[in-house]
T-cell receptor, first 109, second 116 residues
Framework: RKEVEQDPGPFNVPEGATVAFNCTYSNSASQSFFWYRQDCRKEPKLLMSVYSSGNEDGRFTAQLNRASQYISLLIRDSKLSDSATYLCVVSSNTGKLIFGQGTTLQVKP | EPEVTQTPSHQVTQMGQEVILRCVPISNHLYFYWYRQILGQKVEFLVSFYNNEISEKSEIFDDQFSVERPDGSNFTLKIRSTKLEDSAMYFC??????????????FGEGSRLTVL
């Protein structure tokens, strides 16, 4: 089983749509969870941390289910500028960050 | 806004040559990392560095790789004898926290290495 698994997509959605990405991780000892965004041929940038209680940042909502080892990201009211690859990232028990393959989102006018 | 800077942005080298990739992490950060991303693949951990020594390294980080922080500001990755499969984007990252409390990693823009 991959350490961090994501559906690579691509997800093609119209502007204004709501889209959800899922991610599963294999190490139950993982402590920290994140969603990073990566634009084409650019560096990853932190989108948001993911907390057990779930957290929201504007149009973005992240949720964590430790029992199922499952993380989600919901984007509401998609904008053209949301087009990117979304990376699910999980820390190992030593602190290194393990990246998923990424899910590609393309928002179309 | 403080940022991680990397040089060169792109390097082309012949197989078997030595390459040094340079990074200047954010000045008050203590934890430093190298990651790589082969085109079309995921971001992979290479090595973490703290308190002037390697904290952890991956299977990829074999004897051909080394890291150094020679002068308190630069953080370098050296590949002694490059192979074709070393062609990738190499990202340097730094963080103010690490270990079990690893927080946000700040990435540089990357150094693209092409081995011919």
């Amino acid at each position: 089983r991959k350490e961090v698994e994501q559906d690579p997509g691509p997800f093609n959605v119209p502007e204004g749509a709501t889209v959800a990405f899922n991610c599963t991780y294999s190490n139950s000892a993982s402590q920290s969870f994140f969603w990073y965004r990566q634009d084409c041929r650019k560096e990853p940038k932190l989108l948001m941390s993911v907390y057990s209680s779930g957290n929201e940042d504007g149009r973005f909502t992240a949720q964590l289910n430790r029992a199922s080892q499952y993380i989600s990201l919901l984007i509401r009211d998609s904008k053209l500028s949301d087009s990117a690859t979304y990376l699910c990232v999980v820390s190992s028990n030593t602190g290194k960050l393990i990246f998923g393959q990424g899910t590609t989102l393309q928002v179309k006018p | 806004e403080p940022e991680v800077t990397q040089t060169p942005s792109h390097q082309v080298t012949q197989m078997g040559q030595e390459v040094i990739l340079r990074c200047v992490p954010i000045s008050n950060h203590l934890y430093f990392y190298w990651y790589r991303q082969i085109l079309g693949q995921k971001v992979e951990f290479l090595v973490s560095f703290y308190n002037n020594e390697i904290s952890e390294k991956s299977e990829i980080f074999d004897d051909q790789f080394s890291v150094e922080r020679p002068d308190g500001s630069n953080f370098t990755l050296k590949i002694r004898s490059t192979k074709l499969e070393d062609s990738a984007m190499y990202f340097c990252a730094s963080s103010g926290t690490g270990g079990a409390d690893t927080g946000e990693l700040f990435f540089g823009e990357g150094s693209r290495l092409t081995v011919l």
